[in-house]
């Protein structure tokens, strides 16, 4: 690729289509790809013509060009321009350089039914940026390693950027003094179920990566609790139905948090929610205190048609930060 090619991808797509793009070049952009996507070029846009300026980019400024082929694609004039400018290029070049991606099956000028495309109806947008990263990979381009975000939070977390939440006086703690550090760049904030004491969200609230802090009850609080009952508590059997209705348990074994019983289990389960079906892989630990048992669930979720193995990636890349923020744990109540 020439020099003066500013972009790894440039989209084209129609604007009823923007949803599904708009998650594309935003996973893109997490992923180091340099995109040529209308709403991030609004200031270069500003004042340029237009018709010789997408002409430019997608003839010349791009390693690759998708296109998302719809109905509303094939009808557009300005999408027309795009592709006539993308296929001017395709036709000088010796390798493929468009990449198409239908939402449906209409057809459009110069595109063969013989030239293989990823159908969007069976595939997120997120599997979309990981075939994308892996084409331009494959045609040299050196991206990022996808756990870097995840190794920055870390190494922030390592080098003190962090901050406290406790639970001192919390309404829903049920007397429970906890604190936890987190990162800095993440967020805390109230939860609605009643024995949700905290959510913490990464990237400013707005992550798919979260820590949640639960409290809840004994039954019987009368009843003495022994160190037998303890352990059969946190017994590999009881870990199974610890889980919630409808999780599929992956392991767990016995540990201690701040120096009291409990255990640590991982779990996988899909939540919907409003129309949304989320993937979420849960890493939760248990530890009894005074009648009462504390939850810390750390979690990294995805969308639910995203493959288990991407999601199963980005949990072994924040599982080490997991682990940090676990060990922070403490307990005042036992130092009172």
Same mark, same amino acid.
């Given at each position: 690729?020439?020099?003066?090619?500013?972009?790894?991808?440039?989209?084209?797509?129609?604007?009823?289509?923007?949803?599904?793009?708009?998650?594309?070049? $935003?996973?893109?952009?997490?992923?180091?790809?340099?995109?040529?996507?209308?709403?991030?070029?609004?200031? $270069?846009?500003?004042?340029?013509?237009?018709?010789?300026?997408?002409?430019?980019?997608?003839?010349?400024?791009?390693?690759?060009?998708?296109?998302?082929? +719809?109905?509303?694609?094939?009808?557009?004039?300005?999408? +027309?321009?795009?592709?006539? $400018?993308?296929?001017?290029?395709?036709?000088?070049?010796?390798?493929?350089?468009?990449?198409?991606?239908?939402?449906?099956?209409?057809?459009?000028?110069?595109?063969?039914?013989?030239?293989?495309?990823?159908?969007?109806?069976?595939?997120?947008?997120?599997?979309?940026?990981?075939?994308?990263?892996?084409?331009?990979?494959?045609?040299?381009?050196?991206?990022?390693?996808? +756990?870097? &975000?995840?190794?920055?939070?870390?190494?922030?977390?390592?080098?003190?950027?962090?901050?406290?939440?406790?639970?001192?006086?919390?309404?829903?703690?049920?007397? @429970?003094?906890?604190?936890?550090?987190?990162?800095?760049?993440?967020?805390?904030?109230?939860?609605?179920?009643?024995?949700?004491?905290?959510? @913490?969200?990464?990237?400013?609230?707005?992550?798919?990566?979260?820590?949640?802090?639960?409290?809840?009850?004994? $039954?019987?609080?009368?009843?003495?609790?022994?160190?037998?009952?303890?352990?059969?508590?946190?017994?590999?059997?009881?870990?199974?139905?610890?889980?919630?209705?409808?999780?599929?348990?992956?392991?767990?074994?016995?540990?201690?948090?701040?120096?009291?019983?409990?255990?640590?289990?991982?779990?996988?389960?899909?939540?919907?929610?409003?129309?949304?079906?989320?993937?979420?892989?849960?890493?939760?630990?248990?530890?009894?205190?005074?009648?009462?048992?504390?939850?810390?669930?750390?979690?990294? &979720?995805?969308?639910?048609?995203?493959?288990?193995?991407?999601?199963?990636?980005?949990?072994? +890349?924040?599982?080490?930060?997991? @682990?940090?923020?676990?060990?922070?744990?403490?307990?005042?109540?036992?130092?009172?």
């Amino acid at each position: 690729m020439n020099e003066d090619k500013k972009y790894h991808i440039a989209l084209s797509f129609a604007g009823e289509d923007r949803q599904y793009v708009r998650q594309v070049a $935003s996973g893109l952009t997490k992923r180091g790809v340099q995109v040529f996507y209308d709403e991030y070029e609004q200031a $270069s846009l500003w004042g340029k013509n237009l018709y010789e300026h997408l002409n430019d980019v997608y003839e010349k400024r791009a390693r690759f060009t998708v296109i998302f082929i +719809s109905s509303h694609y094939a009808k557009k004039l300005w999408t +027309s321009h795009e592709r006539q $400018s993308a296929q001017a290029r395709a036709f000088n070049e010796s390798q493929e350089y468009i990449l198409p991606a239908r939402f449906d099956d209409t057809k459009v000028p110069g595109m063969l039914g013989t030239t293989g495309y990823i159908d969007l109806r069976s595939t997120d947008s997120q599997e979309l940026v990981s075939l994308i990263c892996e084409k331009l990979t494959a045609s040299g381009v050196e991206l990022p390693d996808p +756990s870097s &975000a995840a190794v920055k939070t870390i190494r922030a977390f390592a080098r003190g950027e962090k901050e406290l939440f406790r639970s001192l006086d919390h309404p829903k703690a049920k007397d @429970i003094d906890l604190s936890i550090e987190y990162p800095r760049s993440w967020r805390a904030s109230e939860a609605v179920r009643p024995n949700v004491v905290s959510k @913490i969200f990464s990237e400013e609230g707005l992550g798919f990566e979260a820590a949640m802090i639960l409290v809840k009850n004994l $039954s019987i609080e009368e009843t003495e609790v022994t160190e037998i009952d303890i352990a059969e508590a946190f017994s590999p059997e009881a870990l199974t139905v610890s889980i919630p209705e409808g999780a599929v348990y992956i392991d767990g074994e016995r540990t201690e948090v701040d120096g009291l019983p409990g255990a640590v289990s991982r779990y996988l389960i899909i939540k919907e929610r409003v129309g949304l079906k989320l993937r979420m892989i849960t890493l939760q630990y248990i530890f009894y205190f005074e009648h009462k048992f504390i939850f810390i669930q750390f979690s990294v &979720a995805g969308p639910a048609t995203q493959s288990e193995h991407l999601l199963l990636e980005r949990y072994d +890349s924040f599982q080490p930060l997991f @682990i940090m923020m676990a060990n922070s744990i403490v307990l005042h109540n036992r130092w009172k």
